[in-house]
């Protein structure tokens, strides 16, 4: 077996093969080594997945412990690997060749070619698994280690344990030996809070009772309206939901996003049932008729396309490409033919948007065969190209995704925990900056923010930075400071510091001050750019001057990151607060790291200085008792200081009055007491 691992560092690997299989400790697992996994067990390392139990190579993982997502995601093996099964002779004479990239911290992108049996065959992220996910609903499978040890994006994204020390414990330490714990800080002014977007919404797999507000759509599907049935029709299609049956026989859905969850049920309930999914078929239940459609292309959502297409080929031949975005960039690929349906659902989307509903617009496109056969056959080269593939393919993307027909929108209301929205309120009238370091795409996270009022219409602006590279970054960043302050920039004690092209050469980072409200909106691969060395004191002075600083799709890593970054340029205490294992390295990062329990298991919960089971509780945990337990905390330290002076000068006062003999000012029982 060879693997070849990285342009940048290229090695191989001989191996002797043993056709039987052993167990090893993870410490023994070397990069080339094909591991097999069995249901429930942990992934030992990064592997490319080559068979599994499942049809077509599919199987099922949980990245709870990655990305805080609990729901179940897909991966499946190329076509020609999967058929080696479970034979370990086969699989032990594996030959195959991959050249991938570099060891990164990136969890969301991989990218690689497989050269076997003369051909060549690109890998992405849904061929591989990571270690830390756990295999899900799939028997077994068979993967080739491509990252071992401190090389998989696990470790990459791992944090160093700390030893915190708080602001009292380190003044103490200049007056007298003396321990003490973490919940001193707690009571002083926290001008810079930390935390996660939690998982707010309500339980999307709780029971909930549907209910028709229209009948004029009840009866537009019973009578057969072509329209409204292609609009269930793509709901049902159009989405990246598996399903699952439980033991009572329940069509339970496994969902990426409550919206898509929400999408899918409402089909569900009108009756186009999304029934099963293979890498090659989609089934679905058309009112009561079994329908399978051929999947012949995925076109996956991202912030920068902020759309989702699928191409399928229905049971008469036909084949149909639906699409689904935000209506911003639908709108713009529609045919012309649109023009009096588009006056119309503008009209309602912007009616949904201000009753604070998140909302998609809805169009498809028929296709012909030759159109689509020329437009896959260069889909399949740019796969497999080794540079630019990510270009190539977002233009082929482009091409495709044009005169669509366009079919309506969606609104999706979105519930939060109780007490929430309070809770973000106090903590800002207490002067405490939040900060929101989620996981979660840019969408969702925007929508979090505006149901917690941290986002609101009423803002001044709200920058989004968006850049692919670090030149990118930086020049948003800069025009954002310039919309903030005009050409100078000015701080809180009114000196004018630099000119808007002068370089930044303070070793930290002081207050400003900002006449409105504005909003940091940042995504994690500009963030990384960000968070180089020549940019990070831009990027925390626009942060600090923004009322609100939502960061989207960001590693774990990342988190700990922005709050070293807080922690080294600005005199604040910092409080990170999260419910998975993504938040473990930025709770032990903060001064103040808090777990909250709940489905994404406990490694918070053991990672935190404070634990419990809601957030609606760090109000009262931050404004009652850690303001009383400081101000207990200072009385006792004077009442400490007091009581040894006095004890210790009584003593050398006295030794003037007996000679500085060994007579003792006081009895012994003075001493026990």
């Known amino acids: 077996m060879m693997l070849h691992c990285s342009s940048l560092f290229l090695k191989k690997i ?3 093969f043993v056709l039987r299989l052993q167990n090893e400790k993870w410490m023994n697992v070397k990069v080339g080594d094909i591991i097999k996994l069995e249901n429930n067990q942990f992934v030992a390392a990064d592997l490319l997945l080559l068979s599994s139990s499942e049809p077509h190579g599919l199987c099922y993982i949980e990245t709870a412990e990655l990305d805080g997502e609990t729901n179940l995601k897909v991966r499946h093996a190329l076509s020609v690997t999967s058929e080696l099964g479970a034979d370990i002779s086969r699989l032990a004479k594996f030959d195959g060749i991959v050249v991938c990239e570099a060891p990164n911290n990136k969890l969301d992108k991989f990218t690689g070619v497989l050269s076997w049996k003369d051909s060549k065959h690109s890998l992405n992220n849904e061929k591989i698994i990571l270690r830390g996910c756990v295999l899900r609903n799939t028997s077994w499978c068979f993967g080739m280690v491509i990252f071992a040890g401190p090389d998989t994006k696990l470790m990459q994204n791992s944090g160093k344990t700390k030893f915190k020390r708080t602001s009292i414990d380190r003044l103490m330490n200049t007056l007298v030996l003396w321990v003490s714990e973490v919940h001193d800080d707690m009571g002083q002014k926290t001008d810079m809070t930390k935390k996660k977007a939690v998982d707010f919404s309500v339980n999307p797999q709780a029971d909930r009772t549907f209910q028709f507000f229209d009948h004029h759509l009840l009866e537009s599907i019973n ?3 072509p329209k409204v049935h292609e609009f269930l029709r793509l709901l049902a299609l159009c989405h990246t939901v598996m399903s699952e049956e439980n033991s009572a026989g329940q069509l339970i859905y496994q969902v990426q996003s409550p919206d898509e969850g929400a999408l899918v049920t409402a089909a569900k309930n009108l009756g186009f049932i999304f029934k099963s999914r293979t890498p090659e078929t989609i089934t679905i239940e058309e009112l009561g008729t079994l329908v399978t459609y051929q999947l012949l292309a995925f076109l996956d959502f991202n912030n920068f396309r902020k759309r989702m297409s699928v191409i399928v080929r229905n049971p008469e031949g036909q084949i149909k490409l639906y699409s689904k975005g935000a209506d911003t960039i639908l709108f713009e690929k529609l045919h012309p033919s649109n023009k009096d349906l588009l006056t119309l659902t503008s009209d309602h989307l912007s009616e949904f948007a201000g009753e604070g509903l998140r909302t998609l617009a809805i169009a498809y496109r028929d296709l012909d065969d030759k159109c689509f056969k020329d437009w896959h056959k260069m889909l399949e080269d740019a796969n497999s190209a080794t540079d630019e593939r990510d270009e190539r393919i977002a233009g082929l993307y482009e091409e495709i995704e044009r005169d669509l027909m366009l079919l309506g929108a969606t609104a999706v209301e979105d519930k939060l925990q109780e007490g929430v ?5 106090s903590l800002s009238l207490a002067n405490i900056k939040i900060w929101v370091l989620t996981g979660d795409k840019q969408e969702t996270a925007i929508n979090i923010g505006y149901a917690c009022n941290m986002l609101t219409d009423d803002m001044n602006e709200v920058f989004i930075i968006a850049g692919s590279t670090a030149a990118e970054v930086r020049e948003e960043l800069r025009k954002a400071k310039e919309n903030l302050f005009g050409q100078n920039r000015s701080f809180s004690n009114g000196h004018v510091v630099f000119e808007k092209k002068q370089p930044l050469e303070l070793d930290s980072v002081v207050e400003e001050t900002v006449t409105g409200d504005y909003a940091l909106i940042i995504n994690g691969h500009s963030l990384a750019h960000a968070l ?13 001057m923004c009322k609100t600083v939502v960061c989207c799709r960001v590693t774990p890593l990342q988190k700990a990151q922005v709050v070293e970054l807080v922690k080294k340029h600005r005199n604040a205490v910092t409080l990170a607060i999260g419910d998975g294992a993504n938040d473990v390295s930025m709770i032990k990062s903060a001064h103040i790291g808090i777990g909250i329990s709940g489905q994404e298991g406990l490694q918070a919960v053991l990672a ?11 109000q009262r945990l931050l ?6 337990s400081y101000f207990r905390m200072c009385k006792f330290l004077c009442y400490f200081f007091y009581k040894n002076f006095a004890f210790t000068l009584v003593h050398f006062w006295f030794g003037f009055f007996c000679g500085f003999s060994a007579q003792v000012s006081k009895k012994a029982i003075f001493f026990l007491l």
Do not use: M, P
């Open 608 to 618: 935190s200085d404070y634990s419990f089971a809601q957030f609606r509780y760090l």
């Open 623 to 628: 404004l009652v008792h850690g303001r009383w």
């Open 532 to 544: 180089e060395s020549d940019n990070e004191k831009d990027l925390l002075e626009l942060a600090c």
């Open 223 to 225: 009578l057969g309206d």
């Open 14 to 16: 001989n191996f002797v």
């Open 421 to 425: 929205i309070e809770t973000v309120t």
